[in-house]
């Protein structure tokens, strides 16, 4: 094939063959480049050892066992990290993440033989000679991902390869191979023995793909789904109406559903769309009516939610977010409300969250058959909130701040500043009339009293 390669690739390919080693760009690159997509990681497979490559790139550090030298490079003012790995070959894996022993190899189908998929098995030289031995460039033309020889092999070597499958079947819109999904569902299990934060790695990319709703839709198939969020898995056969109604939900069919009419690229978004309801399995229970209640759930999801992120690893900021969205979402919606209780509705969703909270609650709509996407309440209330926010809302907004404080009570700067502002703003937030500044210097002095 003829590849157009940036001048920065083809100044490695030369670096190598100067210096008469091979090297071949290999991987998702190789893949992307025939597909062509844009190309966000380059990979190169050499039979350089690392230290040989090392003395190439006096920039590029070196700090795994598995050969991979890391090259910082810029082109046309955009940095990268390019991959150049020593071609290998794997024996035995002990736990389905680490081989035993890697020894090093200089010959290509031998290093192309431990990959996972074959679509990702081919290389391409400096010449854009292509060396595909699985026949690849066939499945990108039936677009499907098939493992490279045997798929109980290829996952028990490496079993976030069982997630990888679903994620990039995913991203490209692609079929798993019939085996290969096979050996998917009966190797699932083996996903326990890998780091949740590489799981998350890959649950983050799949949800912000173009189609995260039928990547779901794979995870459940195989089996993978009730290792990565057991608290979706579980919320499958429980109904949201009761006996008596015609239409019958099922909680789990109704989340995937609000993740994919949720009209957010965020994948932390598109995470809480399908836990929005993860409360409803432990809160479920029939009344004498014969009517379906979940009292609470948005509370105990919150609560479950807090130990997604924990598992994840996530971090503060992610999982103050998706807290917040999860934990808030029966919000109501009614453009009567009082500017108080409209306040307390952004300070409980968090600012920067609103539009996110807005598209959840869109998402939960069409999710749950509603043909209209946003009702003429919610869009009525998404303007009394853009009105009570022209008003003063932060501790900033107040006519009075802290130095006024010290000055009124005679302190140096203390906590007790930063409690009487908090009090102050607390009044501010019920009745907007109160950011007087005559009143709060006075108000001040009350406070120091009780």
Do not use: C
Request: aromatic share 8%; proline share 4%.
């Amino acid at each position: 094939m003829e590849a157009n390669l940036p001048d920065f690739i083809k100044d490695i390919f030369n670096l190598f063959a100067k210096n008469n080693y091979q090297i071949f760009l290999v991987g998702g690159a190789v893949r992307d480049l025939i597909l062509d997509r844009p190309i966000i990681n380059w990979d190169f497979t050499t039979d350089a050892k690392p230290e040989e490559v090392m003395k190439l790139f006096p920039d590029a550090f070196y700090e795994n066992s598995f050969g991979t030298v890391s090259i910082p490079v810029s082109e046309a003012g955009t940095s990268t990290i390019v991959e150049i790995t020593t071609m290998r070959k794997e024996g035995l894996y002990e736990d389905s993440r680490h081989p035993i022993e890697v020894s090093w190899t200089n010959k290509l189908e031998e290093d192309l033989a431990r990959r996972d998929f074959t679509i990702n098995a081919m290389a391409l030289d400096k010449d854009s000679e292509m060396t595909d031995p699985y026949q690849g460039q066939e499945d990108l033309k039936r677009k499907t991902i098939k493992a490279v020889g045997d798929p109980n092999l290829r996952f028990q070597e490496d079993a976030l390869r069982l997630m990888r499958a679903v994620r990039i079947a995913t991203e490209l819109e692609f079929e798993i191979d019939p085996l290969t999904f096979k050996s998917i569902q009966e190797n699932a299990s083996k996903l326990n023995n890998v780091a949740p934060e590489r799981i998350k790695t890959e649950l983050w990319k799949l949800l912000a793909s173009v189609n995260p709703y039928q990547g779901l839709e794979l995870l459940k198939e195989t089996g993978l789904l009730e290792i990565i969020l057991p608290e979706v898995s579980k919320s499958f056969g429980i109904v949201q109406e009761g006996p008596k109604h015609d239409r019958v939900y099922d909680i789990g069919e109704h989340s995937f559903l609000t993740l994919k009419n949720t009209p957010s690229p965020d994948p932390l978004v598109r995470l809480a769309a399908l836990l929005h309801d993860t409360g409803k399995v432990t809160t479920y229970k029939i009344d004498s009516s014969g009517n379906v209640t979940f009292f609470n759930h948005e509370l105990v999801g919150g609560n479950i939610v807090l130990q997604i992120a924990r598992r994840f690893n996530l971090s503060k900021k992610e999982t103050d977010k998706l807290h917040r969205l999860v934990r808030w979402h029966m919000f109501s919606v009614d453009e009567k409300q009082t500017d108080s209780a409209i306040r307390r509705f952004i300070k409980n969703v968090g600012l920067e969250n609103i539009d996110d909270m807005m598209a959840l609650r869109v998402g939960d709509r069409l999710g749950g058959g509603t043909q209209k996407a946003v009702s003429w309440r919610l869009a009525e209330y998404r303007k009394r909130i853009d009105q009570v926010l022209e008003k003063p809302f932060s501790i900033t907004d107040l006519k009075v701040n802290g130095q006024d404080v010290m000055e009124v009570l005679k302190i140096k700067p203390s906590r007790k500043v930063g409690e009487v502002l908090d009090k102050l703003f607390q009044e501010v937030l019920e009745d907007d009339s109160k950011n007087n500044r005559e009143y709060l210097l006075e108000r001040i002095k009350n406070l120091d009293q009780n």
